[in-house]
């Protein structure tokens, strides 16, 4: 497709020659300016990996303001996520304390019905549900169960965050801060598919490039069908982050046939779907590995070998580090398993693709400087690959891993 011919002939004219030199007296683009257009960068990635995060991050961090819309649907959906955890904590308080339910229903029955089934007790997520969270949230047995929380294992972590401030965000008035949208569950629209366009704010060392536009698209692995077989839809993508969650290596999920499969394995296969997809044959990508953050307190508790996958992970760690400090010369058990990783889909990616390039991003997607670095870097990516035989001269970077430097 684009690679070798339509790719490269849009950057191939960064020194102009001769018949192109433009005039700015007589308000002509010089070529190489005019010829640019949109680059498209396709976000992908298993459920949760943090591609909704990445986006919103990206968002905040190159000034693309949220519309009203948008705004509504990720208020909604903090408020609807909000009482699936209020769901999950009254189940847990069910398992504490079988009596305070029962008392509770005997007292609320119009409220909260039968059961304590969400659906039941929160129809809607536009009614004023504040009053009834003042008072559940006042519950001493309530209260004694969430003091408990961690003994909830369906609660996912990000619950803490929004459980706080349960009454304020049940408010009809409430307003997502920043932090609010970075840190919510599944912000999706129905269709999976969310886009912006942004170009990187002007610095001293920027070239010409500043000049780009680039639309980052994100979509959901679920929207894009058995096989992917919708990814034709995103034939004319420049550049694919496909987006993966390190903690993601002791997680498992229930797939369709109701068979529990590690999810980093599921990350794999989707990547090898996408990677071998007709349309996207000879594409470039750029592997994000997620929540580097997590993945610093997970290791420490959770062997990467819990992973099939990774079974031969056996780095060698000098002892006289201690957990949280390391250095360039002293890496952290966190930063081993990020390179061995890495690794491991650069070379999955390699005999794929019979012998080209993955390239690799560490991020941590609440950190704007990390998605504004990883965005940056794909800049750069385009860069080269649009100059392909001068390659060599600009191959670089603190991202990237190289394939050879461990097994
Ligand atoms: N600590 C930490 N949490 C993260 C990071 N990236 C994402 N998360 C959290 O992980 C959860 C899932 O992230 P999402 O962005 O919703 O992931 P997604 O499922 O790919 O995106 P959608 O399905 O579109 O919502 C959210 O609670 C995020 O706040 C990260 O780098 N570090
Ligand atoms: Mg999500």
């Given amino acids: 497709m684009f ?19 433009a005039n ?16 498209k960068l396709l976000l992908v990635g298993c459920d949760k ?5 990445i986006f919103n991050q990206a968002k905040m961090v190159y000034n693309v303001p949220f519309s009203e819309d948008e705004r509504q649907s990720i208020k909604l959906q903090i408020q609807s996520s909000l009482y699936g955890y209020l769901g999950i904590l009254l189940e847990g308080r069910e398992r504490f304390e079988e009596e305070w339910l029962a008392e509770m229903r005997r007292k609320r029955s119009d409220e909260l019905g039968p059961s304590s089934n969400l ?19 006042k519950d001493k047995a309530f209260q004694a169960t969430y003091d408990r929380r961690n003994e909830l294992h369906m609660l996912p972590r990000i619950a803490n965050y929004f459980l706080d401030r349960a009454v304020e965000i049940s408010s009809t008035d409430y307003d997502p801060s920043d932090t609010d949208i970075l840190y919510a569950e599944g912000i999706t629209p129905s269709n999976g598919l969310a886009s912006m366009e942004f170009s990187f704010p002007k610095s001293t060392q920027d070239s010409f490039m500043d000049a780009t536009r680039f639309q980052l698209i994100r979509v959901h692995a679920s929207s894009l069908g058995e096989n992917c077989k919708w990814l034709e839809m995103f034939e004319d993508t420049d550049l694919v982050l496909f987006c993966v969650s390190l903690t993601d290596y002791d997680q498992f999920s229930d797939n369709t046939n109701g068979v529990s499969s590690n999810k980093m394995l599921e990350s794999k296969k989707l990547f090898e779907s996408i990677v071998t997809h007709p349309s996207f044959h000879q594409k470039n990508f750029l592997l994000i590995l997620n929540k580097f953050d997590l993945l610093e307190e997970k290791i420490k508790q959770i062997p990467l070998t819990r992973c099939e996958w990774f079974r031969d992970f056996n780095p060698v760690i000098s002892h006289n580090q201690s957990s949280t400090s390391s250095n360039y010369n002293n890496p952290s058990l966190a930063q081993h398993a990020f390179n061995y990783i890495a690794v491991k889909f650069k070379k999955l990616f390699f005999s794929l693709t019979g012998g080209r390039r993955l390239y690799v991003s560490r991020v941590t997607g609440l950190e704007p400087d990390c998605v504004d670095e990883a965005l940056r870097y794909t800049r750069e990516i385009l860069k080269w690959e649009g100059e392909k035989p ?6 670089s970077s603190s991202c990237s891993v190289n394939a050879s430097s461990s097994s």
């Fill in 49 to 53: 990996s943090g591609t909704s995060t």
């Fill in 119 to 137: 659906d039941i007790i929160f129809p809607a997520s536009s009614r004023e549900y504040a009053p009834l969270i003042e008072d559940i949230w």
């Fill in 390 to 395: 001068q390659l060599t001269l600009h191959e």
């Fill in 3 to 21: 690679q070798g011919s339509s790719l490269h002939s849009r950057f191939v004219n960064w020194v102009p020659s001769g018949e192109e030199v």
């Fill in 24 to 39: 700015p007296a007589n308000g002509v683009l010089p070529n190489f300016l005019q010829q640019k257009t949109l680059n």
